[in-house]
């Protein structure tokens, strides 16, 4: 230790040779000296204390970068911190692409099922509706197997829900298949009654004034708008009078009858009357006749004729009853010769 000189500084502490010397522990005098100095100056063992720190455990390795060094790494930071920035700035973006479609095809498939819902809904308890002109017949096939033929001018509608429950106006014959696994009822419904069957073959003929109804085979139950049911049994013809609100016709053993006949293509005349016959082919073909005699009407016709072509028809109509008919303003004239 240097005397009179004045450690203020660490710089004063490190150029000295005895505190170096103390602090290696290399003298027991400068080690005497230094404790009896630092007791003495107390204010100054701070400096003191960082100047042996220095000595004893930190080396320096003074190093200088140059300029060029250090701007190309700032630029290495910069980019690397920008590339950071962009790489979470399409994470976030994908992150929120991804969720915007998933939530899009959500949404898409939520309006898919109630559009098919509604599709399907509307399909199943939507009716189906079969119709036919004057001169044209149509066969329909039912989706459990029955055939209804409808007649010239005539209608049938039912549900998908459920195809066995017809609505009728005009003349159909029914085949019903027997729906042997659920033994379902099979119903045609018209202005004045329900028929129910299982499985059976039988005509219904609808009018303004009346219903008709003619069983071929099987049984079938007539429910009335009367508040009455009538069994009906093969070969049972009945009529029932919509304004009487009655059965007014009730044949038994009706087969050779030809209630149905025009299932072939024709209508057949058994000892019936002009008037009648006309009546039939009116409804057949959509046309009016008017009689010049009254008493026309009465002739008595025995034969067929056809439901699709009306001037042979009446050409045969004609020659067998010896009557003549014209048309006049949109009417059929009936002359008797």
Request: proline letters at 1%; a negative charge; one cysteine or more.
């Amino acid at each position: 230790m240097k005397k009179n000189k004045n450690y203020n500084t660490i710089q004063d502490f490190l150029e000295d040779a005895s505190f170096n010397s103390w602090i290696l522990n290399k003298s027991n005098e400068d080690s005497r000296e230094w404790d009896n100095w630092l007791q003495e100056n107390p204010k100054n063992k701070l400096l003191a204390d960082e100047a042996r720190d220095i000595i004893i455990g930190i080396n320096f390795k003074k190093e200088t970068v140059n300029d060029d060094k250090i701007s190309l790494e700032w630029d290495k930071l910069s980019s690397r911190i920008q590339s950071l920035e962009v790489e979470k700035l399409e994470k976030d973006l994908q992150n929120q692409s991804s969720f915007i479609r998933i939530k899009f095809i959500s949404i898409a498939a939520s309006l898919l099922l109630l559009i098919s819902l509604g599709i399907f809904t509307y399909s199943l308890f939507s009716k189906v509706t079969h119709k036919t002109n004057y001169g044209e017949m149509l066969n329909v096939i039912l989706e459990d197997g029955s055939i209804v033929t409808l007649n010239v001018n005539s209608s049938i509608s039912y549900s998908n829900y459920y195809p066995r429950e017809i609505e009728l106006t005009g003349e159909a014959f029914f085949n019903v298949k027997k729906d042997v696994s659920e033994n379902s009822k099979f119903s045609v419904r018209t202005e004045n009654l329900t028929v129910e069957v299982y499985g059976t073959q039988f005509n219904i003929k609808t009018s303004s004034d009346k219903t008709d109804v003619y069983l071929e085979e099987g049984n079938i139950l007539l429910n009335l708008n009367n508040g009455k049911n009538q069994q009906m049994s093969p070969g049972n013809y009945i009529e029932y009078s919509s304004k009487k609100r009655k059965i007014i016709v009730n044949k038994e053993d009706s087969f050779n009858n030809n209630y149905a006949s025009w299932k072939s293509g024709n209508l057949i005349f058994s000892n019936t009357s002009l008037n009648e016959a006309l009546n039939r082919v009116s409804e057949t073909y959509g046309v009016n006749f008017s009689y010049n005699n009254s008493e026309t009407k009465d002739i008595l016709i025995t034969g067929k004729v056809p439901t699709t072509d009306l001037e042979i028809c009446l050409n045969a109509i004609k020659k067998s009853t010896n009557v003549t008919i014209q048309k006049e303003n949109g009417i059929l004239v009936v002359y008797k010769n």
